[in-house]
């Protein structure tokens, strides 16, 4: 133990919520409130609040496992690891290097994301690397870059929200997924501000709306592109700004004035009025919001679906100025720093592009590589999920667990199977881990330093408050071990801190510019907005009221601010550190970070958004006499993601021990079906079952199932990987599907 209170973060969702860690007899550690931390002032939800009963749950991996004779066994680090280095080098020398895959996770640290893209490309040299962050938001990181030239979840910081005068939140239940983040919309209400919902369900969070629309799954684009319609028709356009700061506009407003109303409500299942009222309470505060979730993102036309919703917020002026603009509200605890720094298929640090010679060029000198010995760009999640055991040959996974989390499981887990080799780190046996060659136990959130980047882009300190079980170690230590074995003695530390600084430099001029962020920083100022370059702007571009620092560099497409204003200095965190008694080990950078993006201009070229030209389509699989409703997935608030953590915790599982199938009563009249029944939902790619769960606050023509658990009750064995063009996201929330009784 090397604090009696570790100040850190939840080991779970993006809203990384501050907690206090203290330590218990058992060595084990407790949970406390940190209400020094702005994001959540002290407020968690039953994940946070039971995250360290993972650590020490009976079902932990303690020892590395390696398969004899189809059973996985104990083994030593020795022989597990040179296991995997065997298959990868049989693999790479047999079917080339591309035969190697590799799939990490967004819940990685900054330093594992970084330095597992760094062993695909410099060590496996190959391009096949992407990880489970696709599945989660690059939607909204597509449609952010085409109108903004950036993207960052959230332009502005949560304490912004509470302060604008309307905010529209699609597809998003945030009471369930990130409850501390509800109290931002509860104090938007009470400050006087409209809160509207669009969401199929009427949700614990569409029941605090002023308005609710409910529209059917798939049709969200079809519903922005009606508002935009309704705000030209009303003469509610803010022409000077249109002008000013954005370009496109002409044709994105003839794709809008194609969706007339009538037609909208034909489509969408939201009445004329309500489209009308929505305009009205968006319009005419002086600021507004919107704020995406899965909801719309996780369709075939995702990227087009995030657009229309700017094309709102630009044509009504609401971009780039105090208090109104567009987020995302990025779902997993890194998804966010996760997709900055290279293990993203197209990505090298910093959001640099992989196929741009430059970013190539800056990146290899910092690893101290030849620039053509990069890979290019590689397959999406799903495509590479979907080529292993053809193309790709041996597969080595972190932090993820597509058995339960893939778009059409079932296969997904067939070619899983199919591999020749599979490696697994993990804390727990997760349904992937069970089907791997060797498992390696890793660390995890208390028991190891490292950054992450909230949805905020508010890059983060965890500190580690526990010492791990005896034969576990860090993902860090495993690709330091794999990577010498492979023949790269060189540029793979084991220390966060380390790898840390050099993120800095290879992220150094990138969008996503670390180079000015320091652990030292992060630990006294409780966290650091991104881009943070190593020199301060000029003075004239800090916030109002902001202290100018002195230098000289300025930022284009930001405006800067202090990271939190008046914060107090956080604890000592590394007593025993040489470098914290004198100093840091890098200097602290006088850059004050960046809260809020494009008050000045936006990170594109010219500095203008940008209108896309989008219009309505349909989804990839509209429903039809064979399969007839449609089926939307999503979470519940006592489980997270594909649950390989969260359904360890007897507390949250006594909550949400399984899966169902929620439904409106004409539907279940109409099957004859009474709460509780078990009910098999059938689609293209097979059939889960789960007992049904009667309520009104679902359409009538749409059925909901959470995907957390595996086995019958699971919801991915139905879900569509039809990928959207641009973002290569899969369609989660919406596809065809009919509903019978189960035998
Ligand atoms: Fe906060 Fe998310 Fe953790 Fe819940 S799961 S405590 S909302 S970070």
Excluded at 203 to 221: F, I, S, V, Y
Excluded at 432 to 454: K, R
Excluded at 574 to 580: H, I
Excluded at 678 to 702: C, E, K, Q, Y
């Amino acid at each position: 133990m090397q604090n009696t209170v570790t100040p850190t973060h939840c080991p779970y969702c993006a809203l990384q919520c501050g907690m206090n860690l203290t330590p218990e007899q058992d060595g084990s550690v407790a949970v406390v409130e940190r209400p020094d931390f702005p994001v959540n002032r002290g407020a968690l939800c039953g994940k946070g609040r039971t995250a360290p009963a993972v650590l020490s749950s009976s079902v932990r991996l303690t020892t590395p496992l390696v398969r004899n004779a189809g059973v996985l066994e104990p083994a030593t680090w020795e022989e597990a690891l040179g296991r995997i280095a065997d298959a990868l080098s049989r693999t790479r020398t047999e079917h080339g290097p591309d035969a190697c895959g590799v799939f990490g996770g967004g819940g990685l640290t900054n330093e594992k994301a970084y330095t597992l893209g760094k062993f695909a490309r410099v060590v496996l040299g190959t391009s096949q690397i992407d990880y489970n962050g696709r599945f989660c938001m690059s939607s909204a990181a597509a449609g952010g870059i085409k109108a903004f030239g950036l993207d960052r979840g959230l332009p502005f910081p949560l304490e912004d929200i509470p302060k604008t005068g309307c905010v529209i939140l699609v597809g998003s239940n945030l009471a369930e997924t990130m409850p501390p983040a509800l109290r931002y919309l509860t104090e938007l209400k009470a400050n006087g501000g409209k809160l509207i919902v669009i969401d199929p369900r009427r949700t614990r969070t569409a029941e605090q709306a002023d308005l609710h629309l409910a529209p059917r799954p798939g049709t969200d684009l079809a519903l922005a592109l009606g508002l935009l319609h309704l705000v030209v028709a009303e003469g509610r356009t803010d022409e000077a700004y249109i002008q000013e700061r954005t370009s496109g506009w002409e044709e994105a407003r003839a794709a809008a004035m194609a969706h007339w109303p009538e037609l909208v409500e034909r489509i969408t299942g939201v009445s004329v009025p309500q489209l009308r009222e929505t305009v009205r309470l968006f319009c005419e505060p002086e600021s507004a919001m919107v704020l995406t979730a899965r909801g719309p993102e996780q369709q075939s036309k995702g990227t087009d679906t995030v657009g229309a919703w700017i094309n709102l917020c630009l044509a009504t002026g609401r971009a780039g100025r105090p208090l109104s603009g567009y987020g995302c509200l990025t779902g997993q605890g890194n998804g966010q720093g996760g997709r900055e720094h290279g293990q993203k298929a197209d990505q090298l640090p910093g959001y640099r592009k992989l196929d741009d010679p430059a970013a190539r060029r800056h990146v290899a000198e910092v690893w101290g590589v030849d620039p053509d010995s990069l890979p290019g760009p590689g397959r999406s999640a799903y495509e590479l999920l979907d080529a292993l055991g053809t193309d790709i040959r041996s597969l080595l996974l972190m932090a993820s667990n597509p058995v339960v989390s893939a778009p059409r499981a079932a296969h997904i887990e067939e070619r899983i199977k199919s591999l020749d080799f599979l490696a697994v780190c993990d804390v727990v046996l997760s349904e992937t881990a069970a089907l791997a060659d060797v498992v390696l136990p890793v660390t995890q959130w208390a028991e190891e330093t490292g950054t992450m980047t909230n949805l905020e882009g508010r890059v983060l300190l965890r500190r580690r408050a526990i010492t791990p079980p005896e034969d576990v170690r860090s993902d860090l230590e495993v690709m330091h071990e794999l990577a010498s074995r492979l023949g790269v003695e060189k540029g793979f530390p084991t220390d966060a801190e380390e790898i840390f600084e050099e993120l800095r430099r290879a992220s150094a001029g990138g969008p996503a510019d670390y180079s000015g962020i320091t652990y030292r920083r992060l630990a006294e100022e409780n966290g650091v907005f991104w881009p943070c370059p190593a020199e301060a702007p000029e003075p004239q571009q800090a916030d109002a009221g902001t202290p100018a620092p002195p230098a000289s560099k300025p930022l284009p497409g930001t405006a800067s601010a202090t990271a939190q204003d008046g914060e107090d200095a956080a604890l000592d965190l590394w007593p025993d550190d040489p470098a914290s008694e004198a100093e840091p080990r890098a200097a602290a950078a006088a850059h004050p970070g960046t809260p809020r993006l494009f008050l000045d201009r936006f990170a594109t070229p010219d500095g203008r958004a940008r209108f896309v030209t989008v219009t309505h389509r349909p989804l990839a699989e509209e429903p039809d006499d064979e399969y007839p409703v449609l089926l939307t997935t999503g979470r519940v608030v006592s489980q997270y993601q594909s649950g390989a953590q969260t359904r360890r915790v007897d507390e949250l599982n006594a909550a949400a021990p399984s899966a169902f199938v929620e439904l409106h009563p004409r539907l279940a009249e109409r099957l004859g079906a009474k709460e509780g029944d078990p009910l098999a939902v059938v689609s293209r790619r097979g059939r889960a079952t789960a007992p049904a769960r009667i309520t009104t606050s679902i359409r009538p023509d749409t059925v909901f199932m959470p995907f957390h658990w595996p086995g019958e009750g699971r919801a991915n064995t139905l879900t569509n990987p039809a990928l959207d063009p641009t973002s290569r996201m899969p369609e989660f929330k919406a596809c065809a599907v009919r509903v019978e009784l189960a035998p």
